[in-house]
């Protein structure tokens, strides 16, 4: 189901502070209904911090937010009503079975127990946990776990989904099935705000998105879009013998749009790589390795916020 011109979300001038500390900087967005919007950004950006001011977990200092036409200071137990949250950390009660998990939860919502067992049921079923229903939380695998932290965020069948690092400590196999039980949710007309850092992530799940860095949005557009904007078509990476990186004198230059240095590699962006690896061979270049791939959102993603490790 195609997003809808609908406003779910509305931010203007958006701000968080603690103390002297500002984690959110007077940002701006909509999400409307229908898609699912990313947050990008390294730790400490200001992702996790907005997504609890959406979910009413964390007052706002200053500006603007509304959810699901409410506002947040307000109305947020009528918002917390209608919202489903998947935390970072999986908070499933151990002691409980899986579908007590399920049942339980749905109490804080007045459902009644024949209902919440019937949703019990589909969510299971959807997130491939039908035959897990009697099994205690404990044993089960990371993956099984995150899949019922986000059955049980269903339960009240919420208008929008937050998701905060979804796959976050997961293996592949257990990512890919996430991933596909987030595109059926989208496909179904739910609403999905997701914060990753799996850029991979972004780019298979989110119809538009937001890079944050150092509290401030820093760009915005589908994915495809930063990557039109942000990077080229192909990069061409390089790696080269220390001895011929120390006496190149200048003969990659101008063999692309732009050209990056790695301790590792060269990465040069440019519309045509094979022709650029031609360029290369031309001016007698010794190189160990080349790759030509397409332009990814992790080019665009490290081009505006940096390659040094933010602690």
């Given amino acids: 189901m195609p997003p809808s011109d609908e406003v779910l979300v509305h931010a203007r001038r958006l701000t968080k502070r603690f103390g002297e500390f500002t984690a959110v900087n007077g940002v701006d967005f909509d999400v409307r209904t229908g ?3 990313g947050f990008l950004g390294p730790n400490g950006a200001g992702k996790t911090s907005t997504m609890r001011m959406i ?7 200053d500006g603007e937010l509304t959810v699901i036409g409410m506002d947040t200071r307000r109305q947020a137990p009528e918002i917390k009503a209608r919202l489903g949250v998947v935390p970072q950390e999986d908070n499933l009660d151990g002691e409980l079975t899986v579908r007590e998990n399920l049942e339980m939860y749905a109490r804080y919502f007045d ?3 024949a209902v919440a067992r019937k949703r019990a049921d589909e969510l299971l079923e959807f997130m491939q946990l039908l035959d897990r229903g009697r099994d205690q939380v404990e044993p089960l695998s990371g993956g099984m776990k995150r899949r019922l932290t986000i059955a049980r965020a269903l339960i009240n069948e919420p208008e929008l989904i937050l998701f905060d690092e979804p796959t976050t400590g997961l293996d592949p196999q257990a990512r890919h099935l996430l991933w596909d039980r987030l595109y059926r ?5 739910a609403t999905l705000i997701i914060t990753t850092h799996y850029m991979d992530e972004a780019e298979q799940l989110c119809d538009r998105l937001v890079v944050m860095d150092k509290a401030e949005i820093v760009a915005a557009g589908t994915p495809r879009e930063l990557i039109e904007r942000y990077a080229t078509r192909e990069v061409l990476e390089l790696r ?11 003969r990659l230059d101008g063999l692309a749009d732009r050209i990056e240095e790695l301790p590792d590699r060269f990465l040069l962006y440019t519309s045509d790589g094979e022709k650029a690896l031609e360029a290369v061979h031309a001016r007698e270049v010794p ?9 990814t959102l992790e080019d665009v993603f490290l081009r505006l ?5 933010v602690e």
């Fill in 305 to 309: 916020t940096g390659r040094s490790l």
């Fill in 55 to 61: 979910a009413c977990q964390s007052p706002i200092s």
């Fill in 287 to 295: 190189i160990e390795s080349a790759l030509v791939r397409r332009a």
């Fill in 185 to 189: 949710l989208k496909q179904q007309g």
């Fill in 111 to 113: 459902i009644p127990l």
């Fill in 240 to 250: 080269l013998a220390d001895a011929v990186r120390s006496s190149l004198n200048g």
């Fill in 35 to 37: 898609e699912a919007f």
